[in-house]
């Protein structure tokens, strides 16, 4: 069974940051590509990055590039996601996901998603 826990949204000012968090277990594929995706209320789910298990090479949507950061620690598994320049439209349940055989571009723009997490509320507003 695979297992996510997801922490660090929350509410934040208009160019402010956060910090999200999530440590993944139970994965059997032999590689994968782990990351987040949103979804808004009224709107469809928009895939935002990913870095590959095997690799650790990060993928980021065009739109949010230079905004949005995603890393690892190897040290625990944990992967991060750093969220800076928080806009008003970034409003959105964030989900940490996974899919198999480590396919970014799928992962980014189909969200033919494997696994996925309850997601973290990230409400910015002032």
């Known amino acids: 069974e695979v297992q996510f826990v997801e922490s660090g949204g929350g509410l934040v000012q208009p160019g402010g940051s956060l910090k999200l968090s999530c440590t993944v277990s139970?994965?059997?594929?032999?590689?994968?590509?782990a990351g987040w995706f949103r979804q808004a209320p009224g709107k469809e789910r928009e895939g935002l990055a990913c870095?590959?298990?095997?690799?650790?090479?990060?993928w980021h949507r065009e739109s949010v590039r230079g905004r949005f950061t995603i890393s690892r620690d190897n040290a625990n598994g944990t992967i991060y996601f750093q969220l800076n320049s928080l806009r008003p439209e970034d409003t959105a349940i964030y989900h940490c996901?996974?899919?198999?055989?480590?396919?970014?571009?799928?992962?980014?723009?189909?969200?033919?998603?494997?696994?996925w997490g309850q997601g973290i509320p990230v409400t910015v507003s002032s």
């Open positions: 139970g994965v059997t594929a032999d590689d994968y590509c």
């Open positions: 870095v590959g298990h095997s690799d650790g090479r990060t």
């Open positions: 996901a996974v899919k198999n055989q480590n396919l970014p571009y799928s992962f980014i723009h189909k969200l033919t998603l494997d696994h």
